[in-house]
RNA sequence: CGGGGCGUAGCGCAGCCUGGUAGCGCGCCUGCUUUGGGAGCAGGAUGUCGGAGGUUCAAAUCCUCUCGCCCCGACCA
């Protein structure tokens, strides 16, 4: 294609909205530009990364044997009133009526609507396994739209949905999915792993998330190089580290602490570190008052909490009072007969904590022994844990959700009725899984994990051009030869962009630089004369001085063997 | 939804505190020169100062309301 007949509208300054460097560069280079809060328009250069992305996508879902279809975006409510999830989900659902005053949604995921498909046309078990999957846009108000393209309120999604005979057939899909995403991310050229994921609402047995890290992301997840732990810390597990020294000599004594309350206080009054204290919470259930106790170093994981006991809030300074009779600085784990969530970070040891008593704290407290607890892992990791499985060193990274996949089982075909007859006539609910891809968080994760202080520098297999042909001056000679190179691998099957605008080289140069595809091709007065043009690799910078047909051949030969 | 910031020319910004005919750089248009890393000179065009209401002889500037965008947090099916 030629620039001048191309819409790229780079910029020279960074417009004063964009933070995140992928939305920095994509706007900088003219890929995207903004309608509104989460809501963005695909330039030519955009669309075709994005275009770029489906294919690599499309290939990998067709050979595990999925099969493309397309469902609407706007959706009639019953069938999500069907599942509970119209009165579920909030406001983050875009709900509009018809003109009949029907209400309607915009499809924020399509679970409710490929499962009411299967349930009309699914009856024999003779008709599974199936894989259906389509890439649409799907709707999401979302709170926080943000960091340009990464979370938008309105967005394509690959997204598939297996369907199987019971849950082995699901286990097979599932890791078919695995498998082909491996495929997918590292063909797009990104860095990524592959972790544990809270299934949230979405329901079912297991789920996995598929993370480009990069410090743009929105989330946090723990890895273990020595075993391959990965983990969201929204669920990741950690073995906090022991206490640094063996106290057992201590002696169960209440030790006056006047106006000392937090920890800290406290650790510096004693001169304990605070490995050596119970942190304890007093928490409303739905079952009235309770204690979340934690070691002094750790901190709460209101998540894990809440899996574990449904909703709770923190309680009232009043209620507190109420409760044990004591100030929120004086509360121990010991004393009183209030049911006890324990993070396992206190399961050995001896320990200090409030004495339930005004001005004091309690020395020489043995869990199991002072106090009974229901033991579980509530602590939010930190880089210092181990890894829960095999003790070895952690590390915390941020990273960007590119691809989930989840365990569905039987959550929508039940209340969907998708049932089928298996080989005795037997109604069984067809068991479900469900995987989705955001291509945009693909390209947005391409450019944080590739570009330089000049631009992009695009994956090869994404990137919206192979090759960008640059001729530097405007003389007949070096636009001919130009012409003639940007022919010759157009005809070969190469992607190729040739800069054909009339303005000054360094204008080219950086907007090549900027833009970032892969190759530049550039064609000056003073080597041509020697016969020669330049071939620049993007990613590197290095630059071979070949002959035309050299270059040809070297860029279409290098493309060739790609694929 | 809570906290913070910002809306002035296509883009980046100054002006606002202390009210008095709206500015700078880049870009854009014309001409000449220049031509391998965002050229130089000369000339030129461009604004409902986000919107509404109020105070005032006079509002970009002060007051009230409102809309939008960004950032932090909560949320994220």
Redesign the pocket.
Same mark, same amino acid.
């Given at each position: 294609m030629r620039f001048s007949k191309t819409f790229i509208p780079?910029? @020279?300054?960074?417009?004063?909205? #964009?933070?995140?460097i992928s939305?920095i560069l994509m706007l900088?280079a003219g890929y995207i530009r903004?309608l509104?809060?989460?809501?963005y328009i695909y330039l030519p250069l955009g669309w075709r990364v994005i275009d770029r992305i489906n294919r690599i996508i499309r290939q990998e879902m067709d050979a595990i044997g999925a099969q493309e279809i397309t469902m609407p975006a706007l959706h009639p409510a019953e069938i999500w009133q069907a599942t509970g /999830?119209w009165s579920?989900?909030?406001e983050?659902?875009f709900r509009l009526k018809d003109r009949g005053r029907r209400d309607m949604c915009l499809g924020?995921?399509h679970e409710e609507i490929i499962t009411w498909l299967a349930s009309m046309e699914i009856r024999s078990y003779r008709d599974l396994p199936q894989v259906w999957y389509q890439i649409q846009t799907k709707f999401?108000d979302? #709170? /926080?739209?943000?960091?340009?393209v990464l @979370?938008t309120r309105e967005f394509l999604m690959k997204d598939s949905y297996s369907f199987d005979r019971d849950e082995q057939g699901l286990e097979e899909s599932y890791q078919r999915h695995v498998d082909a995403y491996h495929r997918i991310f590292s063909r797009c050229g990104l860095k990524f792993y592959q972790v544990q994921s809270?299934p *949230?609402?979405?329901g079912g047995a297991g789920a996995h998330e598929f993370m480009a890290p990069s410090p743009a992301g929105?989330?946090t997840i723990v890895l273990c190089d020595s075993c391959g732990y990965a983990a969201n810390t929204e669920l990741a597990r950690s073995t906090p580290r022991p206490q640094p020294e063996d106290h057992s000599d201590w002696d169960l004594e209440d030790i006056p602490t006047p106006e000392k309350r937090t920890v800290e206080e406290v650790s510096e009054f004693l001169n304990a570190p605070a490995e050596y204290f119970i942190k304890s919470l007093v928490l409303i259930g739905r079952d009235g008052p309770f204690l979340a106790l934690i070691r002094g170093d750790q901190e709460l994981h209101?998540?894990k909490l809440m899996r574990i006991v449904g909703g709770f809030r923190q309680a009232e300074r009043e209620e507190i009072r109420e409760i044990l009779g004591v100030e929120a600085g004086f509360i121990g784990p010991h004393n009183n007969s209030l049911r006890k969530i324990a993070d396992i970070s206190i399961r050995q040891g001896v320990y200090i904590s409030g004495a339930n008593r005004e001005g004091f704290h309690t020395r020489g407290i043995r869990p199991s022994v002072h106090f009974d607890a229901e033991w579980h892992d509530i602590h939010v990791v930190k880089e210092e844990d181990r890894c829960p499985e095999c003790g070895g060193d952690i590390r915390i990274e941020r990273a960007i959700e590119v691809g989930n996949i989840f365990k569905l089982g039987t959550k929508y075909s039940v209340p969907l009725r998708a049932f089928y007859l298996d080989e005795k006539g037997r109604e069984v609910p067809i068991v479900m899984g469900s995987y989705g891809i955001g291509p945009a968080r693909i390209a947005a994760a391409a450019i944080e994990q590739n570009h330089d202080d000049?631009g992009i520098i695009w994956p090869e297999s994404i990137a919206p051009f192979d090759v960008e042909v640059l001729p530097?001056?405007?003389d007949t000679d070096v636009m001919e030869t130009s012409e003639e190179i940007y022919t010759t691998l157009r005809d070969r099957g190469i992607e190729v962009l040739i800069d054909d605008r009339d303005? @000054?080289? *360094?204008?080219k140069?950086?907007?090549?630089?900027?833009i970032g595809i892969p190759y530049q091709i550039?064609?000056?007065?003073?080597?041509?004369k020697e016969g020669l043009?330049?071939l620049?690799q993007r990613r590197t910078g290095k630059?071979e001085r070949l002959t035309s047909s050299e270059a040809i051949e070297r860029v279409s030969s290098h493309y060739k063997a790609r694929g």
């Open positions: 780079t910029l @020279r300054e960074t417009p004063a909205e #964009a933070e995140a939305h900088r903004q509104a809060a989460g809501l /999830r579920e989900i909030g983050e659902m924020m995921t999401r979302e #709170a /926080r739209p943000k960091s340009g @979370r809270d *949230g609402m979405m929105e989330d209101e998540k000049d530097v001056t405007e303005v @000054r080289a *360094g204008v140069f950086k907007d090549a630089d900027l550039i064609i000056g007065k003073k080597t041509l043009v330049e620049k630059v």
